[in-house]
């Protein structure tokens, strides 16, 4: 923001666009938006961030963000607790959760082996993932990371360590998206859905 | 959110929601990512969202927002308090502000007059406008709200009020935008274009 502008909106529109996806330009708006907001409606979003941060923790089981103990999902009796599916992050709970097909749980990593970003498996949740199958009752694991060179690594990486534990591996199949169009596919996406392909 | 997700999130996402051209989507993710910011770092966000409603307000004289009784624009000895540029929003002085070209004051409607979405005339800062100018000193309006049926009405409305006062009152040039294609011009542009034409 310019220099003609009040401090504490520059200060707010600089706290906005250090959010992933927002520039200088929309978190200058969302400042002016929010001087348009009642004080109590300020302050509810101020308090929703800060309790947020507050409350909110790793479940003690699958490492979803939860405000209690123990998520609503390993917490429930009908999901099938010899079934985990390992995602990178919650984001991606939340997207097979809307499936309403997957009926096992989850276990969230927290981020992707990356060298480079400095992310080592060591700064993962995959020692909480091999405690949950030392506890018995797992048959099989779900490499639900993203088809890209670091969920790869990383499903490898974790299937490797898996494999002595005597424990069924699996990993999300690649192929088409649904309602995509072939001539728009990469050649690797082809390739994949090429080997892949099921009698009909 | 779906309803797996920790409550304090969900009430987060819908926060963020509420934002102007912030879908449910963006909401979410930008709600997972308070929760991989540090505590201090949310609090420094809450708290700049708090200050910035509790100490910006509009400048006694032109209403653009600030945080002192006049705003540095006006409180500038530099600037010509002879010339003001009416605008709708703070969004817009910033943008005249860009052009490091304008050396006249301002004043901030705050809103343009739209009977559609109940926004009279008296609802915007039009009295405050008056008062400026029976204090003597102005020479010209600049008329800069937007070239839309509500910027226009509000432009014709305003002038109205102030022709009998003896100022001078004048209007944005319209045309084709610099760098614009003719081509994709719309034909009212074109027309004004074509009739403000310049000799060269």
Request: glycine share 6%; charged share 25%; aromatic share 4%.
């Amino acid at each position: 923001m310019a220099d003609h502008n009040a401090l504490p909106l520059v200060i707010l529109a600089e706290q906005f666009a250090r959010l992933p996806g927002i520039g200088m330009k929309t978190a200058q708006r969302l400042a002016y938006h929010i001087m348009s907001m009642s004080e109590s409606d300020v302050k509810a979003f101020a308090n929703a961030l800060i309790e947020a941060k507050k409350t909110v923790h790793p479940c003690s089981v699958c490492q979803n963000l939860t405000e209690l103990d123990l998520c609503l999902i390993c917490d429930d009796g009908r999901r099938d607790k010899s079934l985990i599916c390992v995602v990178e992050s919650p984001k991606d709970v939340t997207a097979f959760e809307r499936t309403r097909e997957y009926r096992g749980v989850y276990h969230v990593l927290h981020g992707l082996i990356s060298p480079i970003d400095g992310v080592t498996p060591d700064s993962l949740r995959i020692k909480e993932l091999l405690s949950r199958i030392k506890d018995g009752e797992v048959s099989e694991i779900i490499m639900a990371t993203n088809p890209t060179v670091e969920g790869e690594a990383t499903a490898m990486y974790i299937a490797k360590l898996l494999k002595p534990m005597g424990v069924k591996v699996t990993r999300l199949a690649f192929g088409l998206p649904v309602g995509g169009i072939l001539e728009y596919a990469d050649e690797i996406t082809l390739f994949r859905a090429l080997e892949n392909r099921s009698e009909m």
